[in-house]
């Protein structure tokens, strides 16, 4: 038996209770979203995503770079 997401909430086999069952059978998954019983979501977890990668060793680079931006805004204005 399959939830409205796809996933098994009650099986023959307990280890796949809770799986997703794309990951237990693709091949039969695939063939209900064909159907249209399910339809496929991309999902992204951002969470840990780090869009701008920030370099540091130490604190010292971040003080050295506040420093350096303030340097040049009084130098443009």
């Known amino acids: 038996m399959l939830d409205d997401n796809g996933f098994i ?10 799986r997703f069952f794309g990951e237990v ?3 039969v998954m695939e063939m209900l979203v064909n159907s249209d019983v399910y339809r496929k979501v991309k ?4 969470q840990a995503v780090c869009f ?6 130490n604190f010292g ?3 050295r770079t506040v420093q350096k931006y303030q340097f ?3 130098q443009i204005f």
């Open 61 to 63: 680079n971040f003080l």
């Open 72 to 74: 040049y805004s009084h």
């Open 9 to 18: 909430l009650i099986s023959e086999r307990h280890e796949d209770t809770g």
């Open 52 to 57: 701008n990668p920030v370099s540091r060793t």
């Open 25 to 27: 059978d693709g091949t």
């Open 43 to 46: 999902v992204v977890d951002y």
